[in-house]
């Protein structure tokens, strides 16, 4: 089965600090990246795709290391609300292998 | 545009009862999903579905069966609920290989 990992944390961080983390996957032919946002008890919604370019939007940046085999997301000026779990989707076509969910990265903004 | 809608939203069941729960998207993709979460954990497949008339079995498939007879229309059946199945349960569609995936609000599911 192809692999999608990260490192759960959680990551305590204060309330206008920069955080960053990656996410490792293993099927090289992977065609799609996504970072999506998970609030408790909501549905996965989501943040910003990745591009092989890199993307900005506004405080939140994603890039792609295709060599590596790795997505990482920075958050700038983290505010409070940016408190929740950050989930790495990868999509290699759909199906049951296509399209696989990292178990998440748990993110806290304290004050 | 109402994106991927399920129902119900909530439901209590009793062991050994039955119910489907209801996935529809208005939004023409060709693939569904369905997912279970639980406290704490990932997002694990249930079964998925890469067309009209399609099923296959993902991760945790036992306990569930699922029917797509209509593009739009993704159904999981319980056929004799387990408190194993107490779980939030959620649908997920997208067009291609490409394109963002959608999410359903959540079935929250009880079985005492």
């Known amino acids: 089965r192809k692999e999608v990992e990260q490192d759960p944390g959680p990551f305590n961080v204060p309330e206008g600090a920069t955080v960053a983390f990656n996410c490792t996957y293993s099927n090289s032919a992977s065609q799609s990246f996504f970072w999506y946002r998970q609030d408790c008890r909501k549905e996965p919604k989501l943040l910003m795709s990745v591009y092989s370019s890199g993307n900005e939007d506004g405080r939140f940046t994603a890039q792609l290391n295709r060599a590596s085999q790795y997505i990482s997301l920075l958050i700038r000026d983290s505010k409070l609300s940016d408190s929740a779990t950050y989930l790495c989707v990868v999509n290699s076509g759909g199906g049951a292998d296509g399209l696989t969910f990292g178990k998440g990265t748990h993110l806290i903004i304290q004050p | 545009n109402a994106g991927v809608t399920q129902t119900p939203k909530f439901r209590v069941l009793k062991t050994g009862q039955s119910m489907t729960l209801l996935c529809a998207q208005d939004?023409?993709?060709?693939?569904m999903y369905w997912y279970r979460q639980d406290p704490g954990m990932g997002l694990r497949l249930i079964h998925y579905?890469?067309?009209?008339?399609?099923?296959a079995k993902g991760e945790v498939p036992d306990g569930y069966n699922v029917s797509r007879l209509k593009k739009q229309n993704f159904l999981l059946g319980l056929e004799s609920a387990a408190p194993s199945q107490t779980s939030v349960y959620f649908c997920?569609?997208?067009?291609?290989?490409?394109?963002?995936?959608?999410f359903g609000e959540g079935s929250w599911l009880t079985v005492v």
């Open positions: 579905s890469v067309g009209e008339g399609t099923t």
């Open positions: 997920a569609s997208h067009r291609d290989s490409g394109n963002t995936i959608y």
């Open positions: 939004m023409n993709h060709e693939y």
